[in-house]
């Protein structure tokens, strides 16, 4: 391989970029995948090879890597009004049209946008709002936040502390006042015997049970993704949020929607937060609401909370906080353009209509005789590998499975997504019909390969 020769593209990154979220084994062994450019869904990398990269970048490219309606956006933007900022009361014309779209679109019936530069400081910056909300109302008290198990808010020293993931011990995290409730998912967790309606009842009561044993009056809020995306694509089990929204509304609790991965389409529906009747106070976008090419956050507050963060930053003079980047004109004009994209061009109809298909496609890859649930929505799905296929028995860590399938469908020029012991998948909203049985022809032959490789 050109790998290891001098002055390699994959040489110089190897020794100039420090990446992280990479197996570092794995990168010294294979180097990266250093890429030039993108057409529709594929990415080419600097030798020629072309990848079908079936998780749309990091979930986010969903109109694909060269989309000239997008582009143009982006360069009309950049010849009138490149760059400007939001405080002081100052903004470009372009963010403020991209607010009325995002609160148009939003399942509130009035609202306000604050912008950010990710989905870390958007979760981040919801914090904060919570934390002064309640000081401001005579509660100062009221500061524990509430995720679950397997959750990703993102990489912030508060976001972390939110994401339910082991690897965060590395940081000494969670922060004290970071609870974790319980994972809603069924099929890992749910008891010999326990129906799905009833696993979501006692994960409620747990809930409850959590919310009493800490003090009703020192929680600030509670986040949710309302399909687990990072934690390896965990839709709720069935009645999980009908079950949890009375609890946290009988004890003023409010909800967050960490729409990151779920917005703008990605289950069928335009919000994760209707699909699954959440009925947040606030949603935290970021990810595909820029398509993927440009770095923007964006929390939609609902009017409620709108009003009451209104008061109290009125009585503070300000909200005291802000991104110097937030809200950039550049990525509020290819925002606007992606969500006319979305709408115009059929993506979110291609969403619903194949999603039937991506599910059978799972469903296949799951008849291998190592793994267990096809799990997914809309395009966001996953195959969880295991030992047993009846007990569930998760397959030895050391055998790195799904790394093992993701490098294999690499060579192959497929960029999938090895995450815990499943294959996560999460296509481009302008896949094909075509493409899709490409995917799954790749995916199915790799995993057979790979078993067969590993003596399994
Ligand atoms: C990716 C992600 C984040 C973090 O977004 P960044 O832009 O990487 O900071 C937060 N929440 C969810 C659900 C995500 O998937």
């Not at 390699?8 to 995948?33: A, I």
């Not at 687990?228 to 929607?257: C, H, M, N, S, T």
């Not at 030895?396 to 998948?425: F, H, T």
Request: net charge negative.
């Amino acid at each position: 391989m050109t790998l290891h020769t001098k002055n390699s593209w994959e040489q110089r990154d190897m020794e100039s970029v420090f990446h992280g979220f990479t197996d570092l084994e794995t990168l010294k062994r294979n180097g990266p995948v250093v890429l030039t450019h993108g057409e529709g869904i594929h990415v080419f990398d600097v030798h020629g090879k072309k990848y079908m990269d079936a998780n749309s970048g990091l979930w986010n490219n969903v109109a694909g890597f060269n989309h000239q309606g997008l582009i143009d956006a982006l360069c009309q933007q950049a010849r009138r009004f490149p760059g400007y900022h939001s405080f002081f009361g100052r903004i470009g014309d372009t963010t403020v049209a991209l607010s009325e779209k995002l609160i148009q679109l939003s399942p509130f019936s009035s609202g306000k946008v604050y912008y950010t530069n990710s989905g870390s400081e958007a979760n981040d910056t919801v914090v904060k709002m919570l934390w002064m909300l309640h000081r401001r109302n005579g509660q100062p008290q009221r500061r524990k936040i509430i995720t679950r198990v397997n959750a990703y808010h993102g990489v912030t020293v508060a976001t972390a502390s939110m994401t339910g993931k082991a690897y965060n011990a590395e940081f000494g995290l969670p922060l004290p006042g970071f609870l974790h409730a319980d994972c809603p998912h069924y099929w890992r967790f749910g008891q010999a015997g326990e129906s799905e309606r009833d696993f979501s009842r006692r994960l409620s009561r747990n809930l409850e049970e959590m919310i009493i044993k800490e003090g009703p009056d020192t929680i600030a809020g509670m986040f949710c993704e309302p399909v687990q995306g990072a934690g390896g694509v965990i839709p709720p089990a069935e009645g999980y949020f009908e079950d949890i929204r009375p609890i946290l509304r009988k004890y003023g609790i409010p909800l967050i929607a960490d729409e990151v991965i779920t917005g703008f389409g990605r289950t069928g529906e335009l919000w994760g937060s209707e699909k699954y009747n959440v009925q947040p106070d606030a949603i935290v976008a970021s990810k595909c609401i820029t398509a993927g090419y440009f770095p923007m956050g964006a929390v939609i507050i609902g009017g409620d909370l709108c009003d009451a963060l209104t008061r109290v930053s009125e009585a503070a003079e300000e909200f005291p906080h802000g991104f110097t980047a937030g809200g950039n004109p550049l990525g509020s004009a290819v925002a606007l353009k992606a969500l006319e994209v979305l709408e115009t061009e059929g993506l979110l109809d291609n969403v619903r209509s194949l999603s039937p298909h991506f599910m059978d496609g799972l469903k296949r890859l799951a008849q291998h005789k190592h793994a267990g649930e096809a799990r997914g929505v809309g395009f966001m799905g996953a195959v969880e590998l295991v030992a047993d296929k009846a007990t569930k028995l998760p397959l030895d860590g050391k055998l790195q499975i799904s790394e093992r399938i993701a490098n294999k469908a690499l060579e192959k020029g497929l960029i999938c997504r090895p995450l815990g012991q499943a294959i996560v998948l999460g296509p481009p909203f302008i896949m094909t019909k075509g493409q899709m049985g490409e995917m799954f022809d790749i995916l199915d032959d790799t995993m057979t390969e790979v078993f067969a490789d590993v003596g399994l």
